[in-house]
Nanobody, 131 residues
């Protein structure tokens, strides 16, 4: 499985940006998809996730109401729409994938928020928000 993230860059505070993550190598609809972010000197932080069906989504409190994760199982991509960007959103953003073999109802909210549960990671994309 390979993940390719795209869409980062520089944006002013209050602006919007969309990140996209393409998965290749295995059937996309088997995988939960997530976005994490990391800034220098800090631990990786959960941002958002969706189960393999796309019916359930999960967000960090810091981005709830501003960011939206979505997936297109036909295009095999998972996107993160980021609105009302803040300087504190500046980070390297990573997409991640984990195969879900059980019914999605078996996976608790906490599963999606734990980076160690994801087997595959893309190379990060830098998002910089200026004040």
């Amino acid at each position: 499985v390979q993940l390719q993230a795209s869409g980062g860059g520089l944006m002013q505070a209050g602006g919007s940006m969309r990140l996209s993550c393409a998965l290749s190598g295995r059937p996309f609809n088997r995988y939960a998809m997530a976005w994490f972010r990391q800034t220098p000197g800090k631990e990786r932080e959960f941002v958002a996730a969706t189960d393999r069906t796309g019916r359930n989504t999960y967000y960090a409190d810091s981005v709830k109401g501003r960011f939206t994760i979505s997936r297109d199982n036909g295009k095999e991509t998972a996107d993160l729409q980021m609105n009302s960007l803040k300087p504190e959103d500046t980070a390297v953003y990573y997409c991640a994938a984990d195969q879900q073999r059980a019914p999605v109802s078996n996976y608790a909210d906490t599963y999606y928020r734990r980076g160690a549960n994801y087997d595959y990671w893309g190379r990060g994309t830098q998002v910089t928000v200026s004040s």
